[in-house]
């Protein structure tokens, strides 16, 4: 696969309604979308990072410099055959992993299509459906938390993840439970609390949740650990697992008993099977992770779920969660069984509309082989 141009696009899409997280609030979503250009068409891959170094520290500013200044360069540099091939150009680089996984996915998309793959088929997944809920930002009250709860299951999401606080936590998803006795409930905390906070956080166990996401620091696993043993309520570790080591320590420490696996937190579709395996070994259900993506990213995200041990429903909505105006095409939407179809059609299944992207674009750049 021989690439003769690569462009970076930094988009800013205004959000269908504010996102609120323990870590901020957020109107609009900034991303970078990477394009990479061969005769036969151009594959493309969505950088999570956002505009601050909040959820993480990468943010749309440090990928732009390490896309033009290292990834683009090394994929522009020479021809590739497969994924790994291209991972060892930049397993010198330390850190930095939303901007790989933007490029792998651009790579990805091409080598299926080559392949006249699904990108689903070519990563190995199995599933043409993938279970998804939604992800429901913080609320001023736990009665607009129980409304809008109640708009998402009417528009037929299966499964409702609740960002949480301190503060903002025990009543909020107590008034959801008594609501909604039966449906499938979980929290995420993004790293608001402390083991301090160990008892209030126990309090949890008492609404049936399916888990409870980074309750703790975001670079720890060993306090998650000591945490997981005052809790029945599975631990699902988000922020903490950038590599395949992470995991492996996670699981031999028991610090959770569920992974979150995003593909721009670790790097790429490659490192998230590698974790997938590697829960699947140790029977440790996974569930695909979402940061707001396009249809780019989300596409992507779909053929990564279609994998076996993609137990739980992940933060994969439909597109009109999101964005009123989507720049890929077609669009994806919830089926009546809270699932969203995974794209069929050889390579990432969706394609960018130029028109849409350059409505939401801030600036691009070009880059030629040499
Ligand atoms: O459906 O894509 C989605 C959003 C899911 O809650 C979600 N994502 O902490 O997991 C998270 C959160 C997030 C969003 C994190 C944007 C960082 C940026």
Redesign the pocket.
């Known amino acids: 696969m021989k690439i003769e141009q690569a462009a970076l696009h930094l988009i800013a899409m205004p959000l269908v309604s504010p996102f609120e997280?323990s870590f901020g609030r957020q109107t609009v979503r900034q991303a970078i979308l990477v394009e990479l250009r061969t005769p036969s068409g151009s594959g493309w891959g969505e950088c999570v990072a956002?505009d601050a170094p909040a959820?993480s520290y990468e943010t749309t500013d440090t990928a732009w410099s390490v896309l033009s200044q290292y990834l683009v360069p090394a994929v522009l540099a020479q021809p590739f055959d497969s994924l790994p091939a291209l991972h060892e150009r930049w397993a010198w680089m330390r850190g930095h992993n939303m901007a790989r996984a933007a490029v792998e996915q651009a790579a990805a998309a091409l080598l299926a299509a080559d392949a006249d793959q699904s990108l689903a088929t070519f990563l190995g997944g199995e599933r043409t459906s993938v279970p998804v809920g939604v992800?429901v930002g913080i609320q001023a009250t736990p009665e607009a938390l129980v409304d809008t709860v109640a708009g998402y299951l009417a528009q037929g999401y299966g499964r409702i993840?609740l960002k949480i606080k301190p503060g903002k936590d025990i009543a909020f998803v107590e008034a959801v439970r008594r609501a909604y006795p039966a449906v499938l409930l979980q929290v995420?905390a993004?790293s608001a609390y402390t083991l301090a906070d160990s008892e209030r956080l126990r309090q949890l166990d008492d609404f049936n949740l399916l888990l409870i996401e980074q309750p703790l620091d975001h670079d720890d696993i060993y306090e998650h650990s000591l945490l997981q043993r005052q809790l029945r309520t599975p631990i699902c570790l988000?922020e903490s697992i950038h590599t395949l080591l992470h995991a492996r320590a996670a699981l031999a420490l028991s610090a959770c008993r569920i992974i979150n696996i995003k593909v721009g937190r670790v790097g790429g579709l490659i490192p998230a099977r590698q974790i997938h395996d590697l829960c699947q070994a140790h029977g440790v259900p996974v569930w695909c992770?979402?940061?707001?993506?396009t249809g780019v990213g989300r596409a992507a995200n779909l053929a990564l779920a279609s994998l076996p041990n993609f137990r739980l429903p992940g933060?994969i909505?439909a597109s009109s969660r999101y964005y009123t105006a989507d720049i890929a095409e077609p669009t994806f939407s919830l089926n009546p069984d809270s699932t969203i179809s995974v794209p069929t059609a050889p390579g990432l299944g969706v394609i960018v509309n130029r028109e849409a992207l350059l409505r939401v674009t801030l600036h691009s750049a070009t880059f030629s082989a040499a």
């Not at 992770?289 to 993506?293: H, P, R, S, T």
């Open positions: 997280t956002g959820y992800s993840k995420d993004n988000d992770g979402g940061m707001l993506e933060d909505s």
